[in-house]
């Protein structure tokens, strides 16, 4: 298996949850159903904030190097994201909980199926920032808009650090399915967190038509 179809066929066996993700409910969900640009904000630095957490945490006990690397790179631009989007908060901004996708992501303990997991979380983390963006657009907010489509572009980066990972670090039949598994693990720790979100606030799991 190549990386390209790796990718390909997590997005086929995870495509509902990507799907929904990926929609302006999910937005809603991630901001508590509070639209607005002070919400957007805050529920993108939480993000960006433990997915930073997590990338150094395994750098720092990862013997790959080339694993190593990528998570060390990967957590800099986190970090990076989180005080770009923190600055445009006013007052101190508080993490909170993590979130479900970075406890998915803290399970992790392998090489092969960190790779496999920090795909997974780029490819809902790719999308999320595509929300955002298009929040700040429809409320005709530029430097918020330009804000998040800078994260967008080094997400996408991350896409390809992680296809590159995935390329060096799986060389047999087995290593593809451990990863596949985090993968889809990480993907679906978003989508319940997702789904009992909306849940609570009364709201169908369904993208809006």
Known sequence: MTPEQFVESIETDNATALSRLGSSKGLYAD????????????????????ARE????????????????AFAETAREEGEHYGLIAG????????????????SLRTQSDTTG?????????????????????????????EGADLLREVGDDTEA?????????????????????????ASDAIGAAHEE???????MGESPEPSS
Request: proline fraction near 3%; glycine fraction near 8%; charge should be negative.
């Open 54 to 69: 997590t990338f150094e945490k395994w750098a720092d006990d990862e013997t790959n190097d080339d694993a190593r690397e």
């Open 88 to 103: 445009e908060l006013e007052g101190e901004h508080d993490p909170g909980e993590t979130p479900a996708i970075q406890e």
């Open 158 to 182: 991350q896409l390809e650090r992680a296809q590159d990972l995935l390329g060096e670090v799986c060389t047999e039949p087995a290593d593809w399915e451990r990863a596949s598994a985090a």
């Open 114 to 142: 960190r790779a496999g997991a920090f795909l997974g979380r780029t490819m809902v983390a790719d999308r999320s920032a595509d929300q955002a963006t298009a929040f700040f657009v429809g409320e005709a907010d530029t």
């Open 194 to 200: 997702y789904t009992d979100s909306l849940d609570e």
């Open 31 to 50: 901001t508590g159903g509070t639209m607005e640009r002070a919400a957007v904000l805050r529920a993108a630095a939480t993000g960006e904030f433990h």
